[in-house]
Nanobody, 121 residues
Framework: QVQLVESGGGLVQAGGSLRLSCAAS????????MGWFRQAPGKEREFVAV????????YYADSVKGRFTISIDNAKNTVYLQMNSLKPEDTAVYYC??????????????WGQGTQVTVSS
């Protein structure tokens, strides 16, 4: 079993930055790829970024490439999502997930509770 707890969401003006954190625990969490997804009201949950605990590979959705950075702190068992140059369309609940490498939600078996990010114009 893997437990994931997100934090760091909030309200920010367009052009601003936020850093989300996802603390992982459980006996086998390091076996999984770690992804960030987001879900805006009335929309499906969509892929944002994914990385491996080794940090050797990362992959981003086109909509966030160049603005968001996913990273790992192995000592703290924490995955981060640094979000810069935020836009109102980035407003969503952001979820951390653990699973197989990929962009679809079905590849991820474990999910956090989500953290709200609101970007005002």
């Amino acid at each position: 079993q893997v437990q994931l707890v997100e934090s760091g969401g909030g309200l920010v003006q367009a052009g601003g930055s936020l850093r989300l954190s996802c603390a992982a625990s459980g006996r086998t969490f390091s076996r999984y790829a770690m992804g960030w997804f987001r879900q805006a009201p009335g929309k499906e949950r969509e892929f944002v970024a994914v990385t491996k605990w080794s940090g050797e590979s990362t992959y981003y959705a086109d909509s966030v490439k160049g603005r968001f950075t996913i990273s790992i702190d192995n000592a703290k068992n924490t995955v981060y999502l640094q979000m810069n140059s935020l836009k109102p369309e980035d407003t969503a609940v952001y979820y951390c997930a653990a699973g197989s490498w990929g962009e679809t939600i079905y590849k991820y078996a474990y999910w956090g509770q989500g953290t709200q990010v609101t970007v005002s114009s």
